[in-house]
């Protein structure tokens, strides 16, 4: 029963512990002499991708490949799907020229990569697995995208980055970080343990737990500032940081993931990928060619919507 307490309680601490460390690590960044742009595009851009890797490191390092990948999986269908329909359906999405011109891009072609990678069927290879080379080559792709993101930017993403980053005392700074490590730490190791125990308990798949309890879990805080966003009308925050976050999913938690253990990969998972192949090519479809130009509108964020819940239903009830 401890188990399960901890479970719940570790989604807690692993987010609290994401935040904490993010407000700490900002504010020792600026007595260090960073600025706000800089600060914003690396310490805050990892921040919402902090919760699926602190989860896939442990994951990885217990053996737990299935719970790995089903994460990284999950939370990008449900920020495509879930997190920008949700927001669009409250406010139409104008989308901003960076993400039409570059990110939109970026994230299908990790999702073709992730695809090529795990299917070593395709380069006629028996065993489908992410190796420590792909995960190398992950970590590659995303050294390079971090590149295109901190110097290759235009105006519109530099304002993007540019957030409002409050100094606190030294005191509290190294106190916040300290608390948001040790968060992550225990509220990760706590997840994983669980996720092992309802496995065991439930005989359902580590890789089905992940795709949809643990990366709706992680989502959560994602969800709830998006949602907030939309009320206020700022909705292009909500795409930006979606999209974002899938693109360092793949090629940051996935790549570290890998490089770890090798990741033995279920061809079932295969549906999912192809979901979120149609969902990104949703949203380009919508951004690109639909009635009103580089906006996503109710309709078709209640359409994404609908697809969540496709989503849930195939991976609940077809794959468990």
Same mark, same amino acid.
């Given at each position: 029963?401890?188990?399960?307490?901890?479970?719940?309680?570790?989604?807690?601490?692993?987010?609290?512990?994401?935040?904490?460390?993010?407000?700490?690590?900002?504010?020792?960044?600026?007595?260090? /002499?960073?600025?706000? $742009?800089? %600060? &914003?595009?690396? @310490?805050? !851009?990892?921040? +919402?991708?902090?919760?699926?890797?602190?989860?896939?490191?442990?994951?990885?390092?217990? /053996?737990?490949?299935? $719970?790995? %990948? &089903?994460?990284? @999986?999950? !939370?990008?269908? +449900?920020?495509?799907?879930?997190?920008?329909?949700?927001?669009?359906?409250?406010?139409?999405?104008?989308?901003?020229?960076?993400?039409?011109?570059?990110?939109?891009?970026?994230?299908?072609?990790?999702?073709?990569?992730?695809?090529?990678?795990?299917?070593?069927?395709?380069?006629?290879?028996?065993?489908?697995?992410?190796?420590?080379?792909?995960?190398?080559?992950?970590?590659?792709?995303?050294?390079?995208?971090?590149?295109?993101?901190?110097?290759?930017?235009?105006?519109?993403?530099?304002?993007?980055?540019?957030?409002?980053?409050?100094?606190?005392?030294?005191?509290?700074?190294?106190?916040?970080?300290?608390?948001?490590?040790?968060?992550?730490?225990?509220?990760?190791?706590?997840?994983?343990?669980?996720?092992?125990?309802?496995?065991?308990?439930?005989?359902?798949?580590?890789?089905?737990?992940?795709?949809?309890?643990?990366?709706?879990?992680?989502?959560?805080?994602?969800?709830?500032?998006?949602?907030?966003?939309?009320?206020?009308?700022?909705?292009?925050?909500?795409?930006?940081?979606?999209?974002?976050?899938?693109?360092?999913?793949?090629?940051?938690?996935?790549?570290?993931?890998?490089?770890?253990?090798?990741?033995?990969?279920?061809?079932?998972?295969?549906?999912?990928?192809?979901?979120?192949?149609?969902?990104?090519?949703?949203?380009?479809?919508?951004?690109?060619?639909?009635?009103?130009?580089?906006?996503?509108?109710?309709?078709?964020?209640?359409?994404?919507?609908?697809?969540?819940?496709?989503?849930?239903?195939?991976?609940?009830?077809?794959?468990?």
């Amino acid at each position: 029963m401890i188990v399960y307490i901890l479970f719940v309680v570790g989604f807690i601490v692993l987010i609290a512990g994401a935040h904490f460390l993010i407000k700490g690590a900002s504010s020792l960044g600026l007595r260090l /002499g960073l600025s706000q $742009l800089v %600060i &914003g595009l690396t @310490i805050v !851009s990892l921040g +919402t991708s902090l919760p699926e890797l602190i989860i896939n490191v442990f994951a990885s390092i217990n /053996g737990n490949t299935g $719970l790995a %990948i &089903g994460n990284v @999986i999950g !939370s990008n269908i +449900t920020n495509t799907l879930l997190i920008v329909g949700t927001a669009a359906l409250i406010y139409p999405i104008k989308v901003n020229k960076i993400v039409v011109k570059r990110d939109i891009w970026i994230n299908l072609l990790a999702i073709v990569i992730l695809l090529l990678l795990a299917n070593d069927f395709i380069f006629g290879r028996p065993d489908n697995t992410i190796s420590k080379i792909d995960g190398l080559i992950l970590l590659g792709f995303f050294t390079y995208y971090a590149y295109l993101s901190f110097y290759k930017s235009g105006p519109s993403s530099k304002e993007t980055g540019e957030q409002k980053i409050k100094t606190m005392t030294l005191f509290l700074s190294v106190v916040l970080t300290l608390s948001g490590i040790a968060g992550l730490y225990f509220g990760g190791k706590w997840i994983v343990a669980g996720i092992q125990k309802l496995s065991s308990d439930f005989g359902i798949s580590e890789s089905v737990l992940g795709l949809t309890l643990v990366a709706g879990a992680t989502s959560l805080p994602e969800l709830v500032t998006s949602v907030l966003a939309a009320l206020k009308k700022n909705v292009d925050i909500a795409l930006g940081n979606a999209i974002g976050s899938n693109i360092f999913n793949i090629f940051l938690v996935l790549g570290v993931s890998a490089v770890i253990k090798p990741i033995d990969f279920e061809t079932g998972l295969n549906i999912q990928i192809g979901l979120l192949v149609l969902a990104s090519l949703m949203l380009l479809m919508y951004i690109r060619t639909g009635k009103e130009s580089r906006t996503i509108s109710r309709t078709e964020g209640t359409l994404l919507l609908l697809g969540y819940f496709a989503f849930l239903y195939i991976s609940i009830f077809m794959q468990s």
